[in-house]
C-alpha cells in the first residue's frame, strides 16, 4: 500500500479541511511528521486506519459513542478522505472517503452519512460493491496492518511481546500459511482414495474369475465355423455361375418377343406416318414463300385504315385551333393599351413610399428630441449627488486618520497575550504529566501487591518467581511420567494375572502357545495399586494446570510491571521536558512594554483594540463604498454624453433624409398628405400595387394563350402534310404486295390467298414434325436389325425354367446357410474379444488396486504428521527463523555486533550475547532503547516479508513511537539504518517530536494546533 493523498476535517483536533499530499514525501523515501505533544499527529495515522478498516485503537464502536467522541467539538462534519495504490506491484488505485455528520437537534449524535470506496479504471472512479473495509484490497487484516505497514504509539512491541500461538496466528493470516494445514486435505484425499479402493474391489467382484483356456476354447470353435463357411462359399460360387448362364438365356428369348411386339407395333403406323409427311411438305412452301408476304399486305392496310381515321381527327383540331386563334388576338389588343400605361401607377406608389417614409422619419425625430430632453434633466440630478459623495468622502477620510492614528500597536498586544495564554498550556501540561505519572506509580504498586499474594515466597523480580515456578512445573512433570510409567508397568501386571487367571490344560497359551504350564498360586491383581496412581495422577495434573495458570498470570504482570516502568520512564522524561520549556518559556517575555501587564488587563486591552480596528475596518469599507458609488456616477455621466452626442447626430442625419426624400418625389405632393393618417396612407399604396399587379397579370396571359395558339396552328399544319403523304405511300406498298403475292401463288400451285391462309392456320413446329418423322424411321430400322441379331444368338439353343428355378432355390439355401455361419463366427469373436477385454480390464484394476492400497498407507503417515496443525506451527517456526535472520542484518549493526536475534525451544525471542560468550537470554531482558532497535528491526523484516507478498517494487512503512527511548548514539545508528531503506526501494515515514530527528529528515510535516482554526499542516518545502 502507497498513500496518495489524504483530506481529513473534524476528526479530533482537526478543526478546518487538512489535505497532505504524500507525493514528494514519498519521492523522497524518508520523512517525517513533527510537532509538539497534541499537536494532531498520531491522529494522522489514526485517520488512515480508520477509513481502511472501519477501526479506532482508541475507541471501540460499541460502549465508546466513538462517533460523538472522534468528532471535533467545534465542528458539525467528520470527513476522511483517502487515496492510495496498492494490489501487485501497486497497480491499483483507490479512493476511501467517510463521512459522518453532528445531528441538528441532538448534539451527541453523530450519524454516518457517506461511507464509500472507489477504484480508478481508465480515469473514472467506479464503485466497489460487496466490501466491508480493506482487508480483501490489501490481503491483511487491521491487526496484521498495524504491526506491518503503519504502527501506531503503543503497537511497537506487540509483535515482540506476543505469545507463541497469537504470533503462529498472526503469521498464518499475514502470510496465508492456512495453504501448509494440510490435515483436512489428507483426510479428503484418504477418505477418496478409500471410495476408489472400495470402487475397483466391487468391479473386480462383477468382472469375475477369467482365465486363458476359456479363451483358447473359445477360439478352436471359431475356426471349425471358418472352414465350413469357407466350404459353403465354394459351393455358392459355382451354383451362382450355372445359375448366370441361365439367366442371360433367359434374358436372350425374352428380348426376341419383346422386339417382334415392337416391330409389328411399328409397321402399322406406317400410313399415318405417310401422311404426316406429305403435310408437312406443303406446309413448308406457304410457309416459307408466302407467311412473310401475306403478313405484311395485312400490316400495311391495317396501317392504311387507321391513317384515313386519324387524317379526318387532325382536320377538324385545325378548324378549332382556327376559331381561338381568332378570339386571343382579340383579348390582347384589348389588354395591350392598359399595359403600356402602366408606368404612371407605379411612379404613384414610389411617391407614397416616400411620403409614408417621411412621416416615419418625422415620427423617429420627435422620439430622440424627447429622449435629449429627459437625459438633460437626469444629467443635472446626477451631478448634484457626486457633489455630496465627494463631501462624505472627505469627511470619512478625516475620520480614517484619526481612528488609525490612536489605534494601538495589535501585533504587540497579541504577542504578549498569546505568552500569557501559552504559560498556562504549559502548566496544565506540566500538572497533566504529574498526574499520569502518579497513576503509573498506583498501578506499579498495585501489580507488586499482586504478585506477593500469588507466589508467597521471600523472592524480589518477577524473573525469580518465574525460574521457580519453572523449576517447579518440571519437577511435577517428572513426577507425572514416574506416575504414568508406574501405572503402564501396573496395567501389564494385570493383564498377566487375567491371563494366568483363565489358562485351561491342554489349550494353547495365548501369550506363548504352550499346552502345558506350571501350577502356581492365583497372584494378587494390583487393580487398587492403579486406582492409588491414578489418583496421584490427577493430584499433580491438577498442580501442573495450577502453576501454569499462576505462570501465566505472573508473565502477564511483568510485562504490565515492565510496561510501566518504561511508561512512568517515559513520562517522567516528559515531565522533565514540559518544565524546562516552560521555565523557558516564563524568562522570555516577547514584548517589554507588556512585561507586567496582567492577562485580565491585556484581555481588555485586546478587546478595545479589537473593536477599535473593528470600526476602522468598517470606516474602510464605508469610504471604499463612497468612492465605488463616485465611480460609477462619473462613469455614468461619461456615458451619458455619448449617447446625448450620438443622439444629436441621428437628428441631423434624420433632417437631411427628409430633404432627399421630399426631392424624389415626382407626382404626389408631401404637403397634400403631410396630414394623412399613416395607415390610410399605407392603403392607398397597396390598392396601387394591387392594381399595377393584376394589369401585368393580365397582359401575361393574354400574350400567352395567344403564342401558343400560334404554335398550335403551325404543328396542326405539319402535322396534316406529314399523314397525307405516309398514307400515299402505303397506297403504293399495297399494290406492290398484290402483284408479289399472285405470282407466288401460280408459282407453287396455290389457288388463291385464302387457302394459303388456311394451310398456315394450322401451327405446326417444323423441326418437332421432322425430328418425329425421322425417329419413326430410325426406331423401325434398330428394330428390325435387333431382332434380326438376337435370331442369330438363340440359334440351336433351349431355355429350361424348371430346372432354372431348382438352382435359384439351391443358391437361397446355401445363402442362408453361410449367413448363420457368419452370425455363429461373428459371435464367438465377440465372445473372444469381451474375455480378451474383461481379462485387460481385471489385470489394470488389480494393478490400480494395489497402487492405491499404497496410496492409502502413504495417506495414513501423513496423517499422522499433520494431525493437529503441527505443520503450520513448524511453517511458522521456518518463517520466524527467516524473520529472524533478516532482522539481524541490521540488529546485529545497530548493536554493534554485541547482540543477535534467535528463537529457543518454545518459540520465544531470545538474543545471543556475544560480550558474554555468546551465552543467550530472554529478549524481555533488553534496555527499553536496545527492546525498540530489536523490534524495529523484526517490524523492518516483517514488512520486507509484505513486500515480496504483494510483489511490489516499493512498500510503505510508517512508526509512531520510541525514538525518545534511545541515546544519540542509537538514534544516529537508528537513522543512518532507516535512511539506508531508500536504496532498497523502501519509504519510511516517522512519527516524532525528537528534535534530533527533524534536524536529520528534509522532507517532513509540521503539524501546530491552533487554539481557532484547530490542527493545521504545514511543508518543510513551502
Known sequence: MIPISLSIQGLYSYKEAQTIDFTSLISSGLFGIFGTVGSGKSSILEAIMFVLYDKSDRLNYAGDNRYYNMLNLQSDELMLDFTFSAGPNNTHTYRFRFVARRNKKDYEKVEVK??????????????????????????????????????????FREFVDHSAGERTKMLKELFHLNKYDLSQKTNILLKKNELNISNIEGRLQELGIVDGEAITAKAEALEEVKEALQTADLQCKASKAEEEKLKMLKNVFTQIARLEDEKMALESQADVYAEKGQHLRIYEKAFTYLREKIQSWETNSKELEEGKVKLDILTEKTAKNQQALTAYAEAYRTVKSAYDARHQISQKCEDLENIIRLKQVQDDLIVLQQKVIAQAQQNKKTREALDQIKADISAAEN??????????????????????????????????????????????????????????????????????????????????????QEIHTLKVQQELVEITSGLK??????????????????????????????????QVEQQLKQTETTSSRVRQLAMDHRNQQNLMAEKQAEIEE??????????????????????????????????????????????????????????????????????????????????????????????????????????????????????????????????????????????????????????RKIAALDAEIKQ?????????????????????????????????????????????????????????????????????????????????????????????NTLTIRQDCEAQLENLKQREHNLKDLRKLFMGNGFVRYVSTIYLQDLCKAANK????????????????????????????????????????????????????????????????????????????????????????????????????????????????????NITNDKETGSQVSYSWK
Open 890 to 1005: 541490521r540488529f546485529f549493526k545497530l548493536t554493534n555486533n554485541n547482540l543477535s536475534l534467535e528463537l529457543n525451544h518454545d518459540e520465544e525471542f531470545i538474543v545471543r550475547d556475544f560480550l558474554n560468550n555468546g551465552k543467550t537470554r530472554l529478549l524481555k531482558t533488553l534496555s527499553g532503547g536496545q527492546t525498540f532497535q530489536a523490534a524495529l528491526c523484526l517490524a523492518l523484516a516483517l514488512a520486507e516479508n509484505v513486500k515480496s507478498i504483494n510483489k511490489a517494487d516499493k512498500s510503505f512503512f510508517f512508526l509512531d513511537e520510541g525514538f525518545g527511548a534511545l541515546d544519540k548514539e542509537s538514534l544516529r545508528i537508528v537513522f543512518e539504518t532507516l535512511k539506508s531503506l531508500r536504496k532498497e526501494n523502501r519509504i519510511v515515514g516517522i512519527i516524532s517530536h525528537v528534535e534530533e530527528l527533524q534536524q536529520e529528515i528534509d522532507v517532513y510535516l
Open 505 to 538: 490344560d491342554n489349550e494353547p497359551c495365548p501369550v506363548c502357545g504352550a499346552l502345558d504350564h506350571p501350577r502356581t498360586s492365583h497372584p494378587v491383581s494390583p487393580t487398587d495399586q492403579i486406582t492409588v496412581k491414578q489418583s496421584e495422577l490427577a
Open 114 to 155: 457517506e461511507k464509500t470506496f472507489y477504484q480508478l479504471v481508465d480515469g473514472e472512479w467506479l464503485p466497489l460493491e460487496n466490501i466491508k473495509d480493506a482487508s480483501s484490497i490489501l490481503g491483511m487484516s487491521y491487526e496484521n496492518f498495524m504491526q506491518t505497514i503503519i504502527i501506531p504509539q503503543g503497537k
Open 399 to 484: 475620520t480614517l486618520m484619526s481612528l488609525e492614528t490612536a489605534m494601538p500597536d495589535a501585533t504587540m498586544l497579541q504577542q504578549a497575550y498569546h505568552w500569557h495564554i501559552r504559560k498556562q498550556d504549559l502548566q496544565q501540561v506540566v500538572d497533566k504529566h504529574r498526574q499520569q505519572a502518579a497513576k503509573f506509580q498506583i498501578r506499579s504498586q498495585e501489580i507488586e501487591l499482586e504478585k506477593s499474594s500469588l507466589y508467597g515466597r521471600d523472592v524480589i523480580t518477577f524473573e525469580e518467581i518465574i525460574i521457580l515456578l519453572k523449576d517447579d512445573t518440571e519437577k511435577a512433570a517428572a513426577k507425572k511420567e514416574v506416575i504414568l
Open 578 to 731: 514540559a518544565v524546562h520549556i516552560f521555565a523557558i518559556h516564563t524568562q522570555q517575555h516577547p514584548v517589554a512594554r507588556y512585561a507586567g501587564t496582567s492577562l485580565e488587563e491585556l484581555s481588555r486591552l485586546k478587546t478595545a483594540a479589537e473593536a477599535q480596528q473593528q470600526t476602522i475596518l468598517a470606516t474602510k469599507k464605508t469610504l471604499k463604498q463612497l468612492k465605488e458609488g463616485q465611480e460609477k456616477k462619473d462613469q455614468y455621466l461619461q456615458n451619458v454624453a455619448g449617447i446625448l452626442h450620438t443622439a444629436e447626430r441621428d437628428m441631423s442625419a434624420i433632417e437631411a433624409t427628409k430633404v432627399t426624400l421630399i426631392k424624389q418625389l415626382k407626382q404626389l405632393s408631401y404637403e397634400k398628405f403631410e396630414n394623412f393618417d399613416l395607415s390610410k396612407l399605407e392603403e392607398n399604396l397597396a390598392k396601387g400595387k394591387r392594381q399595377l399587379q393584376e394589369i401585368e397579370l393580365q397582359y401575361d396571359a393574354a400574350n400567352a394563350n395567344l403564342q401558343q395558339a400560334r404554335q398550335e396552328e403551325q404543328m396542326l399544319k405539319g402535322q396534316l402534310q406529314s399523314e397525307e403523304s405516309y398514307m400515299r405511300q402505303q397506297q
Open 744 to 836: 407466288l401463288l401460280l408459282e407453287h400451285g396455290f389457288s388463291d390467298m385464302q387457302q394459303v391462309k388456311r394451310i398456315l392456320a394450322t401451327v405446326l413446329n417444323l423441326e418437332q414434325e421432322r425430328r418425329q418423322l425421322e425417329q419413326y424411321h430410325r426406331q423401325l430400322h434398330s428394330t428390325t436389325t435387333a431382332l434380326k441379331n438376337v435370331y442369330q444368338e438363340a440359334e440351336g439353343r433351349t431355355y429350361d425354367a424348371k430346372k432354372h428355378q431348382e438352382l435359384i432355390a439351391e443358391l437361397e439355401h446355401i445363402d442362408a446357410l453361410m449367413e448363420e455361419l457368419r452370425k455363429q463366427a461373428a459371435l464367438q469373436n465377440k465372445e473372444i474379444e469381451d474375455l480378451k
